[in-house]
């Protein structure tokens, strides 16, 4: 709608001339005139309407009228569009061959300049692809306005890929995300684009691999589930990926998935922290379509309850250099509670499983910490102790701010499994300049097991005083509520003000966020959950 | 042991001489000399060995042995003695008819002189019945060093109670618990002794009656159950406390139940709020007895799961002068789930529950709020709806700060049922003077939903440096620890140091208490759970 009310509210040019030539432009300018009105002519008397059998001349013959006969625009190598990221430098992008400079449409963009600046100095596809507002002639005609370029048709191919690199096959990612860790790939998608849907693209979702992606063969891939044996103790199964689809019904679920490390770039403000340096989007939100582990389980033999303290241990097909995969386990009676969920996931928003998130199958674990929700899973295992895996045994655990790598004991403290309640502010972000009049504040809020976000406050001025935002989307249903909740709220703001903008969630236990960061400080860096705060400025 | 070890370090006298008479005694010092040494001489005597039909005789003589002859201390009224409860002012206690000046033994007091002061004008039984090692030979002989008089057998009784007042037919109470309101009668344990029994006694739970406390008939008493009928929708059943008692199996929980304004004195200094002024104590532990609301629930007919949303609504048999009881609800999947362990209690610590808390069967709900333990249970009823009771739509909910009484709408709130996480210090007491050397630091830890309780950090400088405190007992069930974990810290502290005792609880979720008081402040005082800070002095 906006996005439609903007571009109606421009004029259309007949044609898509280049009026903006770019003053960096190193090969001269676009050349004027030349035969750029035929297409449109064609169009027009393409519809007047034409028989089925004249189709393929027509087809022919539109494209040599479509063919430039000569470069009419300088050409430019991606190395050269990528420098061209800042309005300071222009801003640049590509769509197919084309070179665009926008600059000058950064700030008129109805989605807003931050989420146009992700696209700069590469291709605009990745994003108009998760917009499907983007897929109208309109926008492709507005676009053209900004044309400044082609890319040069010789440029070098990508070097070939390092075959001795174990993360060589590691698969493509979507450039907007923003990168912690290469190798292994760890990225999140930037705060401005984490709020504006309720589910998370796939190619957006947050990314925290351990390991290289291993490379599956769907067709001999083999789940294998074990248990101790003995009574109610259940027998091993295999698994192919066509058995796993069709004996179990396909259960779907909305959840959210976060990494312990989230917001850990606040905790390393406070005193160093081991880990990697996520901002606030090591969160995100798919609908996960898969057979219930519970299902699987019981298919094996294993019974509802089991006495004492059982644990289901899972392995991934990721394994480190000496072959020791990736593992970790949940509680017994979570893995068979119809009310918790817990599937074996083959589909992520409607399509097979992505390669960084799991491919083919993986565990997801609503309510709990994301590194028990194993990706690429080859192994299920019933044990009466948790997975014997560094990620279970010596990582992924809370301490008190007085512990450090000189005394931490991790067997004194629990593995973690369900987070607690947390949320962000994703817009505005840190350090912008807002207009005065009326500021929108976006974000999302979450808690682990299944605990409703009951509301969410905001401050505008460091957390002295406090208004309710709006929940946004469905109430979830109670004691399930898997999925974050996004909220927004509006208020005026006066020119000029500095704004410290904070938030804080509330979940159905009524448990909040901690105000500062320094009380639950640990050394790993987890757990990062105090009140998030931004600060703006008010424009003049 | 720490009693004994007091005790046989003390020379004790060979006569219950009184050494100190009181220097305020209004009628006389007391009589020396006379036949103080009869009693004693006979015990001996009878030591040798008796025949029984010598018993009776032998008992009269002793009787006639240790009858004084005439009165030889001060007679002193009740009231007389209620005057000294301070060392300075004196502190008198009575044990049976006889009146003590123990002014000198306060600090030798073994369990700590606080926790003799609060007998401190009144009776010591009531004390020594819930602290079983003052059933010694040793203590009484000890006490009798600082007899001083003898209670006025004349003293007038006292005034018959007002029939007119619906709270005339309420119990006695055990003069030890700290009166927040005496009609309806709210009253919690000492913070001194709070955390000296994992279990409390039932004399010193805390009590939280909204009404009057209704006179209940056990062989009369029924229990309805009434469901919404339909298929799956149960039968109504009228049950007799025997039926209860026999038709169900007894089931044992220990759980702590805690009131939603436990720690509202403290957000009142913030602004204040509406509700009575609860200290630390509005939480106590008790090992209840009874039926599982499940068991009987199923035995009605209802079944494990319903679609939708379903609600258990409870009512009391106190009611208000209009006839409204006091009711609450709970969600209908609690109510049923074998995990969540809710009781039709008639049983509090091996006892039959005491009439303030319920008596002949309240519900016991773990791991949630206390307004929902519904106490006198008379109407169990499945329904739609939440209960439509004033305390379940209008009250118990929580608000962000920025709520008034102007604004304030209660439909915008959950009923609170699971609590967050929550722990206090109990020792020592805000204010104190403590000794320099070592400092023990003692408290409570619990969360709602039966999350474990993992880690209590200590800090002494008002929160910039931590410590973690050692959780005493047993580590409970994962997902069932409906009990709350005590906890003590040991630390060194420095002669005329000034400290701000703070503790913060994290539970098995990672949730933590929030750092400040004002920005969970709501203006019915309810989920009071910021750290908890108490300041001392270290003498010098």
Redesign the interface.
């Known amino acids: 709608m906006l996005l439609l009310r903007a571009v109606t509210g421009r004029r259309l040019p007949p044609l898509p001339l280049p009026r903006r030539p770019c003053s960096r432009s190193p090969t001269g300018s676009p050349a004027a005139g030349g035969p750029r009105g035929a297409a449109p002519v064609l169009a027009a008397l393409l519809g007047l309407g034409a028989v089925l059998a004249y189709g393929e001349r027509r087809r022919r013959v539109a494209q040599a009228a479509q063919a430039p006969p000569a470069p009419r625009y300088p050409l430019y190598t991606r190395e050269e569009v990528g420098r061209h990221r800042t309005p300071r430098d222009r801003v640049w992008v590509t769509h197919g061959t084309e070179v665009f400079d926008v600059t000058d449409f950064v700030e008129l963009h109805p989605g807003g300049a931050d989420k146009l600046l992700l696209a700069a100095g590469g291709a605009l596809e990745p994003f108009w692809a998760l917009y499907g507002v983007h897929n109208q002639p309109h926008v492709l005609e507005l676009l053209r306005e900004y044309k400044v370029g082609e890319l040069d048709p010789h440029e070098a191919p990508p070097a070939p890929a390092d075959t001795q690199d174990p993360f060589a096959g590691d698969p493509p990612r979507h450039p907007g995300l923003r990168v912690n860790s290469q190798k292994p790939f760890n990225a999140e998608p930037p705060a401005e684009l984490l709020a504006e849907r309720f589910l998370t693209p796939n190619e957006l979702f947050f990314t925290r691999n351990h390991l290289p992606v291993p490379a599956v063969d769907p067709d001999s891939y083999r789940l294998q589930v074990e248990g101790p044996g003995g009574p109610g103790g259940g027998v091993s199964l295999s698994l192919s990926l066509p058995e796993l689809r069709s004996r179990f019904p396909k259960h779907e679920v909305t959840a959210t998935l976060q990494c312990a490390g989230n917001r850990r770039a606040e905790m390393s403000r406070v005193r160093p922290v081991k880990g990697l340096p996520w901002d606030v989007g090591a969160i995100s939100t798919a609908r996960w379509g898969g057979a219930r582990l519970r299902d699987v389980l019981l298919h094996a033999g294993f019974e509802e309850e089991r006495e004492g303290?059982w644990h289901v241990c899972f392995e991934g097909l990721d394994a480190d250099a000496g072959g020791a995969p990736y593992g970790a386990s949940i509680?017994y009676?979570r893995a068979l509670s119809a009310?918790a969920d817990v599937l074996l996931a083959y589909e992520m928003n409607g399509r097979e499983l992505p390669r960084d998130h799991g491919f083919p199958v993986r565990v997801v674990v609503p309510g709990v910490v994301g590194a028990r929700s194993v990706k690429w899973l080859r192994r299920v295992a019933v044990s009466p102790a948790e997975s014997p895996s560094h990620w279970q045994q010596n990582d992924y655990k809370?301490f008190?701010?007085?512990?450090d790598w000189d005394t931490v004991d991790y067997s004194t403290?629990?593995a973690?499994?369900?987070?607690?309640?947390q949320s962000a502010i994703t817009q505005p972000r840190p350090g912008a300049a807002v207009p005065p009049g009326e500021l929108t504040v976006k974000g999302y809020a979450w808690s682990?097991?299944g605990r409703?976000v009951?509301?969410v406050?905001v401050s505008l001025d460091g957390?002295r005083?406090?208004?309710?935002a709006d929940l946004t989307g469905e109430r979830p249903v109670?004691?399930r509520a898997w999925a974050w909740r996004l909220w927004e709220l509006r208020a005026p703001v006066a020119a000029g003000a500095e704004l410290e903008i904070v938030c804080?969630a509330?979940d159905?236990?009524?448990?909040?966020?901690?105000?500062?960061v320094a009380?639950?400080w640990n050394l790993r860096g987890v757990?990062s959950n105090a009140?998030h705060r931004v600060r703006v400025t008010v424009t003049r």
């Open positions: 303290e509680p009676a009310g809370g008190s701010p007085c512990v403290a629990p973690i499994q369900e987070l607690p309640v682990g097991g409703e009951v509301r406050d957390g005083s406090w208004r309710v109670p004691g804080k509330v159905g236990s009524y448990n909040v966020q901690p105000d500062g009380a639950i757990l009140w």
